[in-house]
């Protein structure tokens, strides 16, 4: 073949990189070396694992369940919520469920609120919101479908969307049970992250030709920092699981052993699921959580054991010589 010939032309070059004979590193795995590689692996993550569900297991929490909980003439708060009239929405229900603290919890305690068989990662409830009606620049309410406008006098909602419009409203007041009746000091603020507060909400010039969500019972005219409200922030920050658990309060000078009473205005309706109020202290890892700590455990248990398997199996069967001459 000619160095002309059309075939050669078509040949690659002579380069190490055309040729793909680079330098390259081709490790080949040995016992030797993979058998370490598990058992280092074991032996960070066991202690790692240890720390963390050592560090879970002194956080402490408290979840009480009141979807079911009556009033004092007896009365089911939940089935009252069921009829959703107007006025049935305007009149308050009042129960009060009671719990005991064995121990004191210093520091910061947070005050939750759960819901579970909640989906607010729906497609069409995401895609219910106007971003640019929360920061306060328009009263457009493109994008609310099905809450865009009031059906009496088609006006404007602000905040319109299905994500506005089902906000949690239940509120809480928390008591020491006996003598004193003054409710337990904590702080509304500071409960939603500094992002949302900063830059995805503002305030509107004025909320005048339009009106409020359906089922909301404040009135958001008396309320110039509606868009600012942090309750709102919070809950307009979706969850991605139909369980979930969002910050209400906290309470900074921590709470001390003995009887109290948690006072629950119960406005929020509810069909399906559960809602349950949970205390709660921190630590460096966040919140209660035995899951990371196990995960860890799990993942170093499994670590060593490989090892051990192939420590022994490179033992029984690793110094054999292969006879060759039958593989021809």
Same mark, same amino acid.
């Given at each position: 073949?000619?160095?002309?010939?059309?075939?050669?032309?078509?040949?690659?070059?002579?380069?190490?990189?055309?040729?793909?004979?680079?330098?390259?590193?081709?490790?080949?795995?040995?016992?030797?070396?993979?058998?370490?590689?598990?058992?280092?692996?074991?032996?960070?993550?066991?202690?790692?694992?240890?720390?963390?569900?050592?560090?879970?297991?002194?956080?402490?929490? %408290?979840?009480?369940?009141?979807?079911?909980?009556?009033?004092?003439?007896?009365?089911?708060?939940?089935?009252?919520?069921?009829?959703?009239?107007?006025?049935?929405?305007?009149?308050?229900?009042?129960?009060?469920?009671?719990?005991?603290? !064995?121990?004191?919890?210093?520091?910061?305690?947070?005050?939750?609120?759960?819901?579970?068989?909640?989906?607010? #990662?729906?497609?069409?409830?995401? &895609?219910?919101?106007?971003?640019?009606?929360?920061?306060?620049?328009?009263?457009?309410? !493109?994008?609310?479908?099905? #809450?865009?406008?009031?059906?009496?006098?088609?006006? @404007?909602?602000?905040?319109?969307? %299905?994500?506005?419009?089902?906000?949690? #409203?239940?509120?809480?007041?928390?008591?020491?049970?006996?003598?004193?009746?003054? @409710?337990?000091?904590?702080?509304?603020?500071?409960?939603?992250?500094?992002?949302?507060?900063?830059?995805?909400?503002?305030?509107?010039?004025?909320?005048?030709?339009?009106?409020? @969500?359906?089922?909301?019972?404040?009135?958001?005219?008396?309320?110039? +920092?509606?868009?600012?409200?942090?309750?709102?922030?919070?809950? %307009?920050?979706? $969850? $991605?699981?139909?369980?979930?658990?969002?910050?209400?309060?906290?309470?900074?000078? +921590?709470?001390?052993?003995? #009887?109290?009473?948690?006072?629950?205005?119960?406005?929020? @309706?509810?069909?399906?699921?559960?809602?349950?109020?949970?205390?709660?202290?921190?630590?460096?890892?966040?919140? &209660?959580?035995?899951? =990371?700590?196990?995960?860890?455990?799990?993942?170093?248990? =499994? !670590?060593?054991?490989?090892?051990? $398997?192939?420590?022994?199996?490179?033992?029984?069967?690793?110094?054999? &010589?292969?006879?060759?001459? &039958?593989?021809?």
């Amino acid at each position: 073949m000619t160095e002309g010939s059309p075939a050669h032309a078509n040949r690659p070059g002579g380069s190490r990189i055309k040729q793909q004979t680079l330098p390259a590193w081709k490790p080949i795995f040995t016992a030797n070396c993979v058998v370490p590689i598990f058992f280092v692996f074991g032996i960070i993550f066991i202690p790692i694992g240890v720390v963390l569900l050592l560090e879970s297991n002194k956080i402490k929490e %408290m979840s009480l369940d009141y979807t079911s909980c009556t009033t004092p003439a007896n009365q089911s708060c939940s089935l009252l919520r069921e009829n959703r009239t107007e006025q049935v929405m305007r009149d308050a229900c009042v129960c009060n469920v009671d719990f005991t603290l !064995s121990e004191d919890w210093p520091g910061t305690v947070y005050v939750y609120y759960r819901l579970t068989e909640f989906y607010q #990662n729906h497609r069409r409830y995401l &895609k219910s919101v106007n971003q640019e009606q929360l920061q306060g620049e328009t009263a457009q309410t !493109s994008g609310c479908i099905p #809450n865009a406008f009031q059906s009496s006098d088609s006006l @404007p909602i602000m905040p319109c969307g %299905m994500i506005a419009n089902s906000r949690f #409203n239940d509120s809480y007041t928390l008591f020491r049970s006996g003598n004193d009746t003054s @409710p337990i000091d904590w702080r509304r603020d500071g409960i939603a992250w500094t992002e949302d507060t900063n830059y995805k909400f503002g305030n509107p010039t004025s909320f005048a030709g339009s009106a409020q @969500p359906v089922y909301w019972q404040e009135n958001v005219s008396s309320l110039p +920092g509606m868009m600012l409200n942090e309750d709102l922030a919070v809950w %307009m920050r979706t $969850a $991605a699981l139909p369980k979930f658990r969002k910050l209400y309060a906290r309470i900074t000078d +921590g709470l001390t052993t003995g #009887n109290y009473t948690m006072s629950i205005e119960y406005n929020y @309706p509810i069909r399906r699921g559960h809602k349950t109020f949970v205390l709660s202290t921190t630590r460096w890892i966040g919140g &209660k959580n035995s899951f =990371l700590g196990i995960a860890y455990l799990t993942v170093g248990g =499994l !670590s060593i054991a490989g090892g051990c $398997a192939l420590l022994l199996i490179h033992a029984i069967y690793g110094k054999r &010589k292969r006879d060759v001459s &039958k593989m021809h």
